[in-house]
């Protein structure tokens, strides 16, 4: 179903639902579920509330899809929704967004560094660990931008943030877990 | 050594191709600080890049469908309540209204022989029972349409 459903264009797949086909609704899903876990999954943790917000997520993009008018893809436009969805739930249960307590990145004293090829294997292991260890932004920012390879330009239209804005929280984003790896290292060699 | 060192901004914009400049590339070749800060970073990038794309455990689109088709299926019920809700009003109101014109229908019954009244009366009938037939076998095949072929989750 998903093979078939990349084949035919948003204009198509929304056509087709808005005058009755409410199963190709489910092409949309399998399409865009990856991008919509990536968002809902590095912004919240607890399963059940993941569930939920999947779950308001699409209901949300179904009852809103004619008030969609293709000025973006389809994908981008429900990773929006997604985004809003999840920042609404964090705001709900007072967890902040992007701020940061007692990051490393400020204490940071640049030491020698590590042998980058014994290092190698261990570091995506630290550095999940350490991504989990980011603000929701962050981490979802970092994930659109390297996991999903999505522009600057989509990433702004999922989040509806400024691309300058979303640049410089990348920037930071990455000092703060190259620092953090560092540190890691440092207190390791000691 | 260099004493003046390029920016995390600036390396990070280099190595992502986003800032292009041949005064960072001399400086690379000459401050060992900055490059190992470039290898950090190239190597936080590649690591990150190969990291495992976040899965859920449950499976997102039987949930996602579940939900949608009993919003549909509620959104029918509605539907369905507020149709026969203005179906009821309209035929009692047109009952109402009806009430002072049921003696002059009645006496064109009387005047006539019990023959006529009894065909009129049976032709009435059956093309109403024929009309309520005809309604109900549509409604159930919308509801077939509906419910059998398009509301299925998917599993």
């Known amino acids: ?190 | 050594m260099n004493s003046i060192h390029l920016t995390d901004e600036m390396l990070q914009a280099y190595l992502l191709k986003e800032f292009q400049d041949d005064t960072i590339a001399s400086h690379l070749t000459t401050c060992s600080m900055c490059r190992k800060k470039l290898e950090e970073y190239q190597l936080l990038i590649d690591s990150v890049q190969t990291m495992k794309p976040e899965t859920f455990s449950f499976n997102v689109t039987p949930l996602a469908m579940n939900r949608i088709v009993l919003y549909e299926k509620k959104k029918t019920k509605k539907q369905a309540l507020v149709y026969w809700g203005i179906l009821a009003f309209l035929l009692i109101a047109i009952a109402s209204f009806s009430i002072p014109f049921i003696p002059r229908i009645l006496a064109i019954f009387y005047a006539t022989s019990v023959v006529a009244t009894l065909l009129v009366t049976g032709t009435g009938l059956a093309v109403l029972l024929f009309l309520l037939v005809d309604i109900i076998q549509q409604y159930k095949a919308k509801e077939d349409k509906i419910f059998k072929n398009n509301l299925q989750p998917i599993l």
């Open chain 1, 1 to 190: 179903m998903s093979n078939e459903g990349n084949h035919l264009s948003d204009k198509a797949i929304v056509t087709s639902i808005l005058n009755g086909n409410i199963q190709g609704f489910a092409i949309v899903v399998k399409n865009t579920e990856k991008l919509v876990t990536q968002i809902v999954g590095k912004m919240t943790t607890n399963a059940d509330d993941q569930k939920d917000l999947v779950q308001d997520i699409y209901l949300k993009a179904y009852q809103h899809l004619s008030s969609f008018q293709f000025k973006s893809k389809l994908s981008t436009w429900i990773a929006n929704i997604a985004y809003n969805t999840t920042i609404n739930y964090l705001q709900k249960k007072k967890i902040p967004i992007t701020g940061i307590e007692d990051t490393l990145e400020d204490k940071f004293i640049a030491t020698d560094n590590p042998a980058l090829e014994t290092i190698k294997t261990e570091t995506v292991e630290i550095l999940t660990a350490e991504i989990a260890k980011l603000p929701p932004l962050y981490k979802t920012l970092i994930t659109l931008y390297h996991l999903e390879e999505l522009p600057n330009k989509e990433i702004s239209e999922i989040t509806n943030l400024p691309e300058g804005t979303i640049k410089s929280y990348l920037y930071r984003a990455r000092k703060i877990l190259k620092d953090n790896i560092n540190q890691h290292y440092k207190k390791e060699q000691l």
